[in-house]
């Protein structure tokens, strides 16, 4: 967009504007009103269909559409003049000629755009007396939405949110004329992962949502802003409350965050905070009730027990809930074994330079970058805002996009390069891809190095889940980065698709075994810890899995994680839990883990939670309670700072704010940041003064934290049995307690489904429905087959975080090589 | 006063059809002489300068529109030759894709070297499906005989035509509405600007004209445009195949000097209403064109100025005559109801003002309305008048609008006598079949 | 061009909660590009559509005359057929349905193999067409294959009243004749040899 400044005047008025904006838009900020119904710029190019928008342009003898219209230096436009005047009531009336008039009883009566338009601007009265169109009342275009056409005034919106936006296709005009409607192919219902934003866009009663239909009306619900913390995307999120009750989830427009989408897990998500499963109360093994007091002793006393003996893993939890964890840990019990991640992680040296400022790309960047590499993420399952985004990029602003992941994602059909490596095979190939990009070879990894090596800038989008390879995949990515010279370009960088939410918060908080608060190094933070025998750098998940187990360690406390379900190699983790002499649990749910558990506390959810948590491109954001606390559940961080200081530990945290001050005293580059700063759209420390504060590589260095030796990169092994395939496993976006505790999403919960090339399918005489046991040494699962074209030949996939037939099962801490084998046709 | 034919010469001889047949009056020849003889710019001129107006509605100069495309090479552009012909009334363009289908392939290869453009379209309506099966033959014989296809005539110079069926919807006529569905879209309207010489068909620069407009270029390279501009009036150069329907003995396609009297035409050529009756009105240029009554409109000349000067439109030239016998708010009714069925329901007022417009007349004619109705009728032709996305609101508003106007009286009493009867929406029509069934030949 | 396919491609054909909604049957959720190998498309279809879409610059340009295949082979444009066709041209059966339905002459309900279009519009109309379309109807029966509509203006309003029939038109019809022709029809005769279009001299005679 051309940034140049021209002047126009709107009925009478001198308005200021960038030259090429919208007319429409233009007025706007000079407070000049003009209605619209089919224009909504994050849709794409306007469609000028409704009319509703026309105005006098002098020179011009017709009406124009100010929705389409760019403003030029000197235009003369009038929007209240009689002509002008005419037309606005002339299309009011038009579009009620079949728009049924039963606002009282419609759910969008009191929200309605057409409602305040035909007020504002319409003719009064209708002189249409004839019959309107008929169509089945309302009926279902998805198990989630209702439609009814009766009341659709073919505004496109919809549609061209599934066309252009969602890039689903699915959601389409049928028909001609006044008798079109909005459908899909065959009736069939409309299931999508962002299917319910179309509710947001329809500007009458159309579409509406069931979750919500005829629960509340607009006079007596009220809107409080929060963060969605269901994923790393972390999308604004406004939450309508009746009763101190969420009814509804409504996007909160962030540009720098989710330009005002939501997907569906985040709209509708929040009604599985209601299960039966909830925990609403602490309690002591066994289920017994607990009085807050008793729980807290007991857990005190578990962990004064396990002493330097005992670790914490922390996952869903905000910034200062992490921080004080870490507390608990190294100040409280001497101990250094604390982790924010499933598997295990880059050694504080990589992550440093992982998160330096300079390599760090904003969400924004997606937007305004030559190329895109996608990197071991399907981010429509790990964090599907950014699907869409980087759908917009190359929609919009024609950015070349490359995709390099085990398995095909959802981006592929658009991407310049599409490169699918063997499970396990992110290291080798950023290796390969780091010398191609130096010089060019014919390698494996010269498609995707052809689209990146001469855009002037390049945004990676890459999932941290190819650490479970080992440090080394981490080197390769930052020498790729090197070899990009990423940190010394514009709109350029690394962006993380994390497994955890706050996996960037937690770490700054000084959730890593080998870095405290402000990822500082612990090797001299612990030099104050009077405890003996006190490491410097503590255990990993994944070794703190194997010294539960072999009885090294005694206590673990988890806070927001689900090991037995989310966590790789479930029978070890199970043995591991049986070993631990207590099992702490801060859990949202009843669930296999908490069952294992000597104390178990509830945790709160984002509609109720206090805190802060910190978006994986350094944002911090502000998760507000919107909804009051069901049962006996208290705020986390209260729960913490009590926990400690009958620890004997006091953190002095005596209140949220000061929580939040004293984890911005701990993590130097927060140092300053307030709550206003956060305020409702969030800031990024790297946009502040702190970001000087941000530690370096260079000091980085020493401290004996290379226990994470990184290990060669995993090559293609060789298969143990002839027809063994190597397995790759990913999170479906819906896999778990979002489904399943969630009665309107429950449709959603998948079945387990191993995809298989077409080769290795025909070879194993398998097609798409068949039953099968899919096994590896001893353990094995059963999965339903489903044929794919672009899965690569010799490789599988599962899911994971599936109520039955998990595939963490089947999971040790390298690839795995799998049989499978035919049970049923 | 006998026809002038240029397009149709010839046209009784089926082997026109035939690239021999055609090349045995010369065909080609042109296409030959522009190819290897003269400059693109020389062609351009020579278009520009015969004055040649659009034959596909609007009458816009054809030379002008196809200078509008930005010069030499770069960008890919295209050339989409219109024959939708879906408007009631007009059937011209089938009979010269039927009779004479290497005049057309002729003028859009010359149009498409004066433009500079290497892929040409023919976008034609599914209905015509002999009219298409003749058309992909002589495509398949002039890309045999090098006249399509890569280095034409060894001029280093290409151009692929393909001929393309659309499916059934008027509204695929208009040009940017043409667009979409060649694109394999759902035939809507685009907004305008960008226009389609600047972005068209897959965003590149795009020359649209009428298969009647296409067919007169090899005529006018080949003669020159002063021989061109000596048919017709200066403001309408030329002749016109006009499609002659309705109440007269003679239907069919006449091809005239423009500017003859229109009374020649419907009278003299056409023979007129059957015996015992007259002319009460008549659509000078299809069924968006606002009637004229007999007083009005039978002295006039025949040429797009005579036309828009008596607030009506020589359109694509059609006439479709109403005798004495027609019910006025009954072919009020048709032509709604053509409209609503066409309009691709993209733009409000097209969409509903079309179906409401139905639905009142049909009370009308079934005389259950008032003359209140009537007044609201009127009221919602205007409102529908420059407030669509495309002109096709407006092609139901003006002639359902001017009948209203001039015929009140009838539309009164037949909204006083309607009431009641069974057959009340379909009485008052010309009855026996025409005259002219002449022998096969 | 679009990515063609969109999110969801790993949760094919989800099942759909029977709380929320009975009436759907689990494995018919809407999909995203089907897979050639999920759609067994005769390979005859198959080659029709890919040279179709060689033929454009875009391959969706190919959208009407695949659909125009799609027809010719199945009668009307059956659900499967629209997610064979998709399969070939990479695009959603959905967009395909949305494509076919804006079109009169492309069906996307089942309707008979031998098409009669009868003019009603206003040059026909005057000259009798809705009596011959009534004639027309009333000259079928349910037995026949034979889809018998009302149409707007063919293009052929000098042979009016007129109709087309299996894509070639006819006229000037008397109501009688619609008898006679839809007699032709099941017989598998040539249809009105003498009213065919192609038969009639130009009304003004050879050049002067
Ligand atoms: C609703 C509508 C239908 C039209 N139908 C046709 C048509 O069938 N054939 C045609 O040549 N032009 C048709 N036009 C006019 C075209 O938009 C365009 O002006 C014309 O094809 C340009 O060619 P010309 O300049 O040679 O006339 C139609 C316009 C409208 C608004
Ligand atoms: S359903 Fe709503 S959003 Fe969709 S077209 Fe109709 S009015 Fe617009
Ligand atoms: S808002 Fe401009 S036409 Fe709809």
Redesign the pocket.
Known sequence: MSGKEINLIIDGREVTATEGEMLHDAAKRGDVEIPVFCYEPKLGEPVGACRMCLVEIEGIPKLQTSCSTPVRDGMVVHTRTDQVKHAQSAVVEFLLVNHPLDCPVCDKGGECPLQDISIGWGPGKSRMTDQKRHFEKPIELSPLVAIDRERCILCYRCVRFSQEVAEDEQLQLLERGDRTFVGTFDDRPYVAPFHGNITDLCPVGALTSYTYRFRARPWDIEQAGSVCTLCPSQCNVSFTVRDEQVKRVLARDNAEVDDGWLCDRGRYGFEMFGAEERVRGPRLRGGGEASWEQAIAKAAEALKAGGAKSAAIVGDASNEEGYLVQRIMREALGSPNVDSRPSRGPSRETQVRLDHPDLSAKVRDIDNADAILVLGTDPLHSSPILDLRIRKAIRRNGAKLAVATEQPTALDGGATAATHYAPGGATLFLSELANCLRLPNEGHASDVAEVLRDAGSVAIVWGDRIAREGEGALTALLDVAAALTLDAKENSGLLEVPEFTNARGLREAGCLPDAGPGLSDTSRALTTISVENARPVGMATEEIRGALESGELKTVLLFGVDPLRDFPDTQAWDRALTAANHVICFSTFENATTAKASVVFPLETHAEKDGTVSHPDGRLQRVRPSASRPGDIRPNWGVLAELSLVLGHDTGVSSQPSAFAALTEAVPFYAGITDADIGGRGIRWQDTPTRANAPKPDEASGTGSSKHSSEAPAEGFEDPVPEALTLGTYRDLWAGPITELNPPLRFLAPQQRVELSIPDADRLGLKSGDEVKVAQNGTSIRARVAVRERVSEGTCFLLEGTAEANANALLGGSPVSVTIEKTAG | MPETRMLLKNAEDPALRTLAGYKGYGGYATLEKAYRELEADEVLKELEESGL????????S?GK?ASFLPRGGGVDKYLCC??????PG?FK?RELMQRNPHQLIEGIAIAALAAGIGHAFIFI?GEYDSQADILDAAVAEAYEAGYLGKDILGTHRDLELVVHRGAGA?????????LDALEGKRGN?RLKPPFPAVQGLYGGPTL???????SNVPHIVNHGAEWFKGFGTEQSPGTKVVSISGGVRRPGNYEVELGIPTRELIYGLAGGPAEGHEVKAFYPGGS?SPVLTAEEGLDLPYSFEAMAAAGSMLG?GSIIVADDRVSIPHMALRTARFYHH?SCGKCTPCREGTNWTVKMLERVVRGEATPMDLDIVASVQENIIGHCL???G??MAMPVGAMVRKFRGEFEQVMAEAGGRPDAERIAVVQGAPETLGAAT | MSPVDGPGISNPNLPVDQALTERRIPDRSSEQVPELHEVDCPAELRERIEQLMSRYPDRKSASIPALWAVQRLYGWCTPEGIRQAAAVMRVTPAYLESVASFYDLLHTDPVGTHKVAVCTNISCWMRGGDELLDAFRAATSDEDDIFVTGFECLGACDIAPMASIDERYFGPLEAAEAQTAIEQLRGGGEVLPEKALEKRPLPGGPDA
């Open positions: 107006r659009g034959r596909g509605g609007a009458g816009f054809m529109k219109n024959a939708d012909e879906s408007e007009a363009d309506r008027y509204i695929c006529g208009e040009e940017t509405a043409l309207p649209i004209n009428n298969v009647e407009t296409l968006s694509s066409e495309c002109v096709l407006d092609s």
